[in-house]
Structure formats: C-alpha cells, structure tokens
C-alpha cells in the first residue's frame, strides 16, 4: 500500500502541474473562465444553426432573415453603450448576469417564431443581449486580471474560440439530423449555457458600482479623443473579420482550383492557432507604443495573406491549396497581433471607474466594422485578385497611421490616467 502511494506520487505531481499551467491562477479568473467557456460554447452551437432554423424549419426567406439580423444588430450597437454605463454605476457583475438571463428568454422565444414582425422582435433582443456582453464583462476582466492583465485577457480569446469550435461541432450533430426538434435541443442548449453562465459568475466577487459625479463624466468614452482614435482604428482593422468568413469561402470556390473542402480545414487551422498562440503573441503588449507595434504587424502580415491567397487563383490543385493554407497561416498572425492590440487599447485607454462605458464605445466600433465588413470585402471579392491585394495595402495603411493617429489626439485631447 504504501510504495504504491510512493509510486504513484511522482507520477500524479506532473499531470497536476501541467493541468494547472492550464488554469488561470485565482479563483476569480478561474469563475470568469468557467463563464466565458459555458457561454461561448452554446454562442458556437447557435451562431453555426440559426441561420438554416429559421430560413429551413420556421420558414423565413433569407432576405427577411438578414433583415431581422440587421435590426437586431442595429438595437445592440446602441444598446451597449447603455449596457456598459449600467455596468459601472449597478456593478457588473450582477449587469453580466441580467444580461445572461434575458440572453436565455430570447433563446427560448426563437422556438415561438412563426413570421417575420417575431423574428425582428427576437432579433432585436438577441442583439442587445450579444453586445452587452463584453461592456459587462470588460470591468470584471480589468478588476481580476491579477498582476499579468494581458495573459488574462489573451488566455480568455484563445479559450473564446476553442469554445466556439467545441460548439460548432455540436452543433454539426443537430444539423445533420435536420429536424424542428433537433434544432430545438440546440436552442434549448443555448438558453442552459447562458444560465450556466449567470450561475458561473455568481463565484466571482461582486465588484463595488462607481458613480459618476455630475455631467462631466457622462458618456465621457465619447469625448475622449485618444480613446476615440483608437476604436476608430481598430474599428478599421476589425474588417479584417470577415477574410476567413466570407472572402476565403467564396475565393475557394469560385476562383481556385482547390477542392471545397479546404474551406473547413483553413477555418480549423485559424482556430488551431488562435487557441495555441494567442496568450504568447499578446506577450509584451503593455502600453500604447508596443500596441502600435503589434498593429503595424498586424497590417503587414494580413497583407502578406492575403497575397498569398491571391496567388492561389490559377495554379493546379495542389499549389492552391499550399499558398491558400500558407496565407491562412500568415493572416493568423496579423490576426493574432491585432487582438493583442485591440485587448490594450480597450483596457488599457479606459479610466477604471469607467471600463463598462468605454467597453462599450469600443464594441460599438467593433460593430459597425462586423456590420459593414461582408460588403468591404465583397467588392475586393469582385476586383479579382487586385481587390485582394487592394484589401491587403488598405489594412497595411491602417496599421502604420495607428500610432501616429491616437498620437496626434492625445495632444489634443488631455484625459485623467486609465488606472
């Protein structure tokens, strides 16, 4: 008995340290980690369904579908920055929560959509439970970021998208049965995770509201110039989005030899390095100018793909396929560099008292650039490969004015200090 234990002991103590590698370091990173994780988890199970429920099981035509879309992204755009003044002044905490729970209703009320003026209504309030998220989340994020901020906030975006992968999957299942009560599951599913979530969160400490005094402080996320700069910036670059969404798909498909297949495996392998990478490309990211360095590269490396991916329209086969995976890989890395600067202009730019109110002007920029994206793109997409690289030099130029821009209006633009 006892030389087992012995002998076991040594075996045991690696894989408890390489599981807690794995794990953030307190228990209040930990409970924010277990949310994030359960609630982007069901986030991939609907992002990847909802589209053929409603246009295949409720019936709607995919014109009144986006439409329904476009209204519900509308109301979230401006019912963030709401959300995020909310979040500061009530706590966020208990903001994230609220917003989890009415997330859950809106999922439940998709299952009783039967005509388009539902769909709009369930629309809009799945939108303003989306773009709550992040101004609600962002205070807790910045209050238990221990002493290494930017790790947690990187190790939260690789664990975001392994999450998403992991629901997407799921999702497949339902999909490939195809019927009303298997997409039912799902949405079912969905509205568990976001309780899940709410539940989580309960493990996190309640963060004490700040109270802005007087009208001075009053949407002061959208009188501050630098900050302001920023999002516009990263608003800018955040087009980029939509590369492996929607320009790669159809690029595949349409002008290149290279199987359709490719398109799951170059989604796969972005993922794949999102996950493993992203807390050691967010390493060093500390302050405005390393931030600006990361947007630099950010723009050359994603116009390094894209030109590779321009390149695979012509040659056979196979050397489609390795430029188009070889651009994918090159524009992770722009990928990678950009959220590493977007994380330290988002926290880093914001006074404390005020995280949730400009969380939300920054994901206001995030959204007009989601929004707008698809159409960019697509006219790239309709020039061929000089739309390509077009694209290419456009991001390049956003990165290398970055700097200079949120520069030129923090002289002209004094605010209190972020911390």
């Not at 099981?57 to 109301?75: K, P």
Request: glycine share 12%; proline share 5%.
């Amino acid at each position: 008995m006892g030389l087992t234990e012995q002998g076991a002991r040594p075996a045991l103590a690696p894989a408890r340290s390489w599981v807690g590698r794995l794990l953030p370091e307190t228990g209040p990173q930990r409970a924010i980690s277990l949310a994030t994780f359960v609630n982007t988890f069901g986030s991939g199970m609907f992002m990847t369904s909802s589209a053929l429920f409603f246009t295949k099981i409720v019936g709607l035509s995919l014109s009144r579908y986006t439409t329904g879309l476009l209204v519900g992204s509308m109301v979230g755009l401006a019912g963030g920055l709401f959300v995020g003044r909310i979040a500061d002044q009530l706590g966020a905490r208990e903001a994230q929560m609220a917003v989890k729970l009415g997330g859950a209703v809106a999922t439940v009320c998709c299952l009783l959509v039967t005509d388009f003026w539902q769909w709009v209504l369930v629309s809009a309030l799945i939108g303003l439970t989306t773009s709550g998220h992040n101004p609600c989340q962002a205070p807790l994020i910045r209050a238990y970021g221990g002493e290494n901020p930017v790790r947690f906030r990187a190790y939260q975006r690789s664990l975001t998208n392994l999450s998403l992968a992991l629901g997407a999957l799921a999702a497949g299942v339902a999909i490939g049965i195809g019927t009303r009560s298997a997409y039912a599951t799902l949405l079912w599913a969905r509205s568990v995770a976001y309780v899940g979530c709410a539940v989580a969160l309960l493990r996190v400490p309640r963060l004490a509201p700040t109270r802005a005094v007087g009208l001075a402080r009053r949407w002061q996320a959208l009188r501050d110039g630098r900050y302001l700069a920023a999002t516009t910036s990263n608003a800018l670059m955040s087009v980029h989005f939509a590369v492996p969404t929607v320009l790669l798909p159809l690029w595949i498909a349409d002008e290149t030899h290279a199987p359709r297949s490719l398109v799951s495996g170059a989604f796969i392998l972005n993922t794949a390095l999102i996950v493993c990478l992203q807390v050691r490309a967010s390493k060093g990211v500390d302050d405005n100018r390393s931030a600006a360095q990361r947007m630099l590269w950010a723009g050359m490396a994603i116009a390094a793909g894209l030109a590779l991916i321009a390149l695979a329209a012509g040659p056979p086969s196979g050397a489609a396929v390795a430029l188009v995976l070889g651009g994918i890989v090159v524009y992770t890395l722009g990928e990678l560099w950009h959220a590493a600067a977007s994380m330290e202009y988002q926290f880093g730019l914001a006074p404390a008292h005020a995280q949730g109110q400009y969380s939300g002007v920054f994901g206001l920029g995030q959204g007009l650039a989601g929004a707008f994206a698809p159409a960019i793109v697509g006219v790239g997409l309709s020039l061929g490969a000089p739309g390509l690289l077009g694209l290419g030099l456009a991001f390049l130029v956003v990165g290398a004015l970055t700097r200079p821009l949120i520069s030129f209006a923090m002289r002209g633009s004094p605010v209190e200090e972020a911390s």
